[in-house]
């Protein structure tokens, strides 16, 4: 499936998708996969692969000798001359075909047509709908639908264009200029324009901003348009994560702009939302249900899927019970107990999809607590946990015990950290030499100035996984003396009242992270609790280190792959030391697609380009 990148006014490029690494298409499109990591030439073809590693965006191409950029790895400004030549390989590709294609195999392909309606499980309820202000999965869902921003993630976490159809960067990395497509319009007729991204971004630079999202973007000066369809970023320093911060729903300033940044959460427009993306809001009954609608005027092909119903769930197998009654066509994630039953009894039903979660689950421990600010007793107790045992048991084998922050599959991973493996005689020596000495006849330890050892952790209901984790872990620990007691809430209750403001000991639950292995809004003093008491990042465990804040602050201005990567492992290595979380695991994801959906490509941060989606009608077979 093809879509276009258009680089110029007078020049079209496009961009075909494969599942091979490197190959020649009959159409005679430019096929590119990101897993091409060194050097290698087609002669049919005469185009070579170069990979350098110093560079940000480290994939090109040289066709017959002149390079050809590949807009989602090297974002210079592409000539018309190259332009050209990259032309003469993808003249026979085409967005939309509208006859049925032989694939091949014999069979015919088919061709998305508009019609029918699907519905999503979730569990939870999406807080806010703003892409500046959610900080939860359930509202990212919703907004990623709704909204839509300069640039999006492809299948394999590289970049693409989305409301900017290309871009460039000066030579220091300080000025980055978008150009915008003239075709994008919110949902309520209104044309999206610089002015739109600029108000978006600025909003987020704001002193008065609200939200969590503020150090994502620190490294920018100011915000330019230049004219309708061009935006300037001017950055203070080199900032190589920017790209992957682009990616948030432009806001439509039109609706926002006449009220105080401040007072931009109280508006009606975060329950009724208006964006660009492909589906429009339709409804929202709380607790229940959200709709969504097919934007017609979507400015890339598609959508074809007329109707979004999303369900929410306040438990996991009741979510369950709703997909095998045929109440829901599509879950995210199968509880882990039940993927081996679901696969046997429903293949017939639903297409499941295996992948590695870009995440992980962690106990976030406040580092501020009396208790748990000696880090002897933060790593007694992960010896004190099986956690590959979880995995074994919980996961039922799928999965992976994490030691720091950064999933094994990315570039950036240090394997070589302490594994912390089940040993409960170092946990309680460590529990000893931190004062813990006296056991009470419960078994639970105190210390000499009577001092209870005792945890209480938050999360959320309706999680089978966190509750089966907090059980095993709470027998565990209790044979080292530790008295863990986990308190439920519902998902806004848990936001609201506990994690949004920092008031809590420890909680459970998971990350599920972003493009870039940066780690600044989670680890950096900066991001903890200000001197007003308000939380400003995502660092609610208050986890403060002057090393590990000069290491975040260099990762984001260094672009060598190889130095971040070196940077990243050491940072790496304190967190696995210091354990502001304890790490947990990394889940292997299996989600439940309908047989009837088509057209979903699947990726570690889940189903991607909702406006290819398609189901199987009478028109599409």
């Not at 294609?101 to 569990?123: K, W």
């Not at 002015?195 to 330019?224: C, F, N, Q």
């Not at 809004?521 to 990042?537: C, K, R």
């Not at 060598?560 to 994801?589: H, T, V």
Request: proline share 5%; net charge negative.
């Amino acid at each position: 499936m093809c879509f276009r990148n258009e680089r110029s006014s007078t020049s079209k490029v496009y961009h075909c998708r494969h599942k091979s690494s490197w190959t020649r298409a009959t159409a005679a499109c430019i096929l590119v996969y990101e897993k091409v990591t060194t050097e290698g030439i087609i002669p049919e073809d005469g185009i070579t692969i170069v990979r350098n590693p110093a560079a940000v965006y480290p994939l090109t191409a040289t066709h017959n000798g002149k390079e050809v950029a590949i807009f989602m790895n090297r974002l210079r400004q592409v000539s018309a001359l190259l332009l050209a030549a990259a032309l003469l390989l993808v003249a026979a590709c085409s967005a939309a075909p509208t006859t049925p294609v032989d694939n091949g195999s014999g069979e015919e392909d088919e061709i998305p047509a508009v019609g029918g309606e699907i519905t999503y499980g979730m569990t939870g309820e999406p807080v806010i709908l703003n892409p500046l202000l959610a900080t939860d999965s359930p509202s990212s869902w919703v907004n990623n639908r709704v909204y839509a921003g300069l640039v999006r993630a492809d299948e394999n976490l590289q970049l693409e264009p989305y409301v900017a159809k290309n871009w460039e960067y000066s030579e220091d990395g300080l000025e980055w200029t978008f150009f915008l497509r003239d075709d994008v319009y919110f949902h309520d007729g209104e044309q999206l324009t610089a002015d739109d991204v600029v108000y978006t971004y600025e909003s987020i630079l704001h002193p008065e901003y609200t939200g969590a999202r503020a150090s994502l973007y620190s490294a920018i000066d100011e915000v330019v348009a230049e004219g309708e369809h061009t935006v300037q970023f001017i950055l203070d320093e080199p900032f190589v994560p920017l790209l992957s911060n682009l990616t948030i729903g432009i806001l439509p300033s039109h609706l926002f702009e006449d009220t105080p940044v401040a007072e931009m959460r109280e508006l009606n427009v975060n329950i009724e939302p208006i964006g660009a993306g492909p589906y429009m809001f339709k409804e929202w009954d709380s607790g229940q249900r959200i709709i969504l609608e097919r934007n017609p005027d979507f400015f890339l092909d598609g959508p074809y899927i007329e109707q979004v119903r999303v369900r929410m769930y306040g438990d996991e197998q009741v979510m369950l019970a709703s997909l095998e009654a045929g109440d829901i066509d599509l879950l995210g994630s199968i509880p882990p107990d039940d993927v081996d039953r679901m696969m046997d009894e429903y293949a017939d039903r639903f297409e499941f999809h295996h992948l590695q979660d870009n995440g992980y689950s962690y106990l976030g421990l406040k580092q501020t607590d009396p208790v748990l600010e000696d880090v002897r007793v933060r790593q007694a107790l992960l010896y004190g946990m099986d956690r590959q045992g979880m995995v074994d048991n919980i996961l039922n084998g799928q999965g992976t015990v994490m030691n720091a922050n950064i999933p094994p599959f990315s570039w950036a991973h240090n394997e070589d950290l302490n594994p912390y493996e089940y040993d409960p005689d170092t946990a309680v020596e460590l529990l000893e030499e931190a004062g813990w000495t006296e056991i009470d006849s419960d078994g639970i330890r105190r210390n000499e100035e009577g001092g209870r050892l005792e945890i209480q952790v938050v999360t959320s209901t309706g999680n089978t996984l966190r509750e089966d984790t907090l059980l095993i872990a709470q027998q565990e620990l209790a044979d080292i003396g530790v008295d863990l007691q986990p308190d439920f809430y519902e998902w806004s209750v848990l936001l609201n009242q506990y994690l949004d403001v920092a008031q809590f000991q420890a909680y459970m639950l998971g990350w599920s992270l972003g493009l870039d292995p940066d780690c600044y809004i989670y680890f950096h003093s900066s991001e903890g609790v200000n001197e007003d008491g308000n939380l400003v990042g995502y660092n609610d465990v208050e986890y403060s280190n002057p090393e590990v804040d000069e290491l975040l602050e260099r990762g984001r201005t260094t672009f060598d792959e190889e130095k971040r990567a070196e940077i990243y492992g050491e940072i790496q290595e304190i967190l696995n030391e210091e354990l502001p979380y304890l790490f947990m695991f990394s889940r292997d994801i299996v989600s439940a697609v309908s047989r009837d959906i088509r057209g979903m490509t699947m990726s570690n941060i889940g189903a991607l380009f909702p406006e290819q989606w398609y189901v199987k009608t009478e028109s599409a077979e």
